[in-house]
């Protein structure tokens, strides 16, 4: 295990390791924390009772930030002509067709995002050795192939972030930045929160949700009680 840096061993000092804190309280002492220069990324981290192997089990999908990510996404939009126009007005970053496959197979990935229409998905889908380690792959269940390009778009532009399992049952996304006022930053993890429980599949037995912490990036998780986020 690398070693940790003086300045975490002294933010980690505030942390009760031992406690379930409520949910504004810790997102008070994630932001009071944060080591770095920068305004640092919160992540929420959900330890779910989830098997992945099970395809009920294997959540994954996309949710809408109330209050953004606090990042500016970079979107390539691939779709035929008839959809180009759309997708600009809608924001799109970089909006083409066969010629950004041709250049993502060259090595460039100045870009967070693709969405494309499921005309462009039998050429896409040959690169998914390229696209899939990377989670750059587009996805009905994120909303990322589809017909709406201005929805998608709009969507991923204004806060939209997606979801995983991964295979020890962990979900992490982003919620927000240190910046972000604490009650802003709460709401966006009640949404993700609700959405998660919403989506408990029936064939779970036993505690779904077995730990919630939040973190900042390089910062201490602060662990937090999951009767307060309802």
Excluded: C
């Excluded at 408990?200 to 201490?220: F, H």
């Amino acid at each position: 295990m690398a070693k940790r840096s003086r300045k975490y061993a002294e933010a980690a000092k505030l942390v009760d390791r031992n406690v379930r804190y409520n949910l504004m309280d810790a997102v008070d002492l994630a932001k009071k924390t944060s080591i770095t220069k920068f305004d640092a990324t919160v992540e929420i981290a959900f330890r779910l009772n989830l098997d992945s192997r099970k395809a009920e089990q294997n959540l994954r999908g996309a949710i809408v930030l109330p209050h953004g990510s606090g990042k500016d996404p970079r979107v390539l939009v691939l779709t035929k002509s008839a959809k180009q126009e759309e997708a600009k007005l809608a924001g799109a970053d970089y909006v083409g067709d066969t010629e950004y496959l041709e250049k993502i197979k060259a090595g460039w990935f100045e870009f967070d995002v693709i969405v494309a229409t499921p005309d462009m998905m039998g050429e896409l889908g040959k690169l998914g050795k390229i696209l899939g380690p990377k989670g750059l792959m587009p996805n009905a269940k994120t909303g990322t192939v589809t017909m709406d390009i201005d929805k998608a778009v709009r969507e991923i532009k204004s806060g939209k972030i997606t979801y995983r399992v991964d295979k020890t049952g962990n979900i992490q996304v982003i919620v927000g930045k240190v910046s972000f006022e604490t009650e802003k930053l709460a709401d966006n993890i009640r949404v993700v929160y609700q959405t998660l429980i919403r989506l408990k599949p029936s064939t779970v037995k036993g505690i779904y949700v077995k730990n919630i912490a939040i973190s900042t990036t390089m910062g201490p998780g602060v662990k937090i009680l999951p009767d307060s986020i309802a």
